[in-house]
Nanobody, 124 residues
Framework: QVQLVESGGGLVQPGGSLTLSCTASRNIFNFYAMGWYRQFPGKQRELVAGISGGGATNYDESVKGRFTLSRDSAKNTMNLRMNDLKPEDSAVYYC??????????????????WGQGTQVTVSS
């Protein structure tokens, strides 16, 4: 099994920066995909930034140019650098990893792993 642990959340003023880190219990960079999601109060969890096993990245339009996803395979860590933070970015951020399994009998199955979340609050 894979355990994901987030860190780096906190309180920051508008225009400030934070770096979120996700540390996995084992190497996950051979997984189908991984990334960061966030959940606003009363809303569903949504993708912030994702990366495929091949290294292709995908960012939500609201964070393009401000957030950057990176990986450190030696530390089994994935980071999200967040610049020019806005109050609208305030949410609980979750680390995510997806493992894709292909079997003859059951076909394709995706296994999803989540961290427990870290709070990001942007306020003056």
């Amino acid at each position: 099994q894979v355990q994901l642990v987030e860190s780096g959340g906190g309180l920051v003023q508008p225009g400030g920066s934070l770096t979120l880190s996700c540390t996995a219990s084992r190497n996950i960079f051979n997984f189908y995909a991984m990334g960061w999601y966030r959940q606003f109060p009363g809303k569903q969890r949504e993708l912030v930034a994702g990366i495929s096993g091949g290294g292709a990245t995908n960012y939500d339009e609201s964070v393009k140019g401000r957030f950057t996803l990176s990986r450190d395979s030696a530390k089994n860590t994935m980071n999200l650098r967040m610049n020019d933070l806005k109050p609208e970015d305030s949410a609980v951020y979750y680390c995510n990893a997806v493992r894709r399994l292909d079997t003859i009998i059951a076909g394709t199955e995706d296994l999803t792993y989540w961290g427990q979340g870290t709070q990001v609050t942007v306020s003056s």
